[in-house]
């Protein structure tokens, strides 16, 4: 028979330090950087250093097909490794 423990939920607490997402990439360089975005295609949280912003223009319209341009791109946050990896190496942005 299975048994069921009940678990208490975490909450969110200001003073807690550790509850925050950190960089990924400052990680791997021993430095403990807080994210302010996560990558939308690995996933990893990213820090200001390492973020890259890239402005993806949108078309919008009815069905089936989107016939117009939207008149502003969208902001897209992604890591530079996957920046290189879909892009190619040495594409700034």
């Known amino acids: 028979m299975t048994r069921f423990v009940k678990v208490p939920s975490r909450r969110y607490r200001e003073n807690e330090g550790d509850s925050m997402l ?20 690995c996933g990893k949280g990213i820090c200001m250093d390492h973020v890259k912003e890239l402005d993806v223009p949108m078309k919008g319209g009815g069905y089936p097909l989107a016939h117009k341009m ?3 791109d969208l902001p897209r946050m992604l890591c530079q490794e996957c920046v290189d990896t879909i892009l190619g190496p040495g594409f700034c942005v």
Not at 23 to 38: H, L, M, P, Q
């Open 70 to 72: 939207l008149r502003k």
């Open 22 to 41: 950190k960089c990924y990439d400052c990680a791997e360089e021993g430095k403990d950087t807080e994210a302010v975005s996560v990558c939308i295609v």
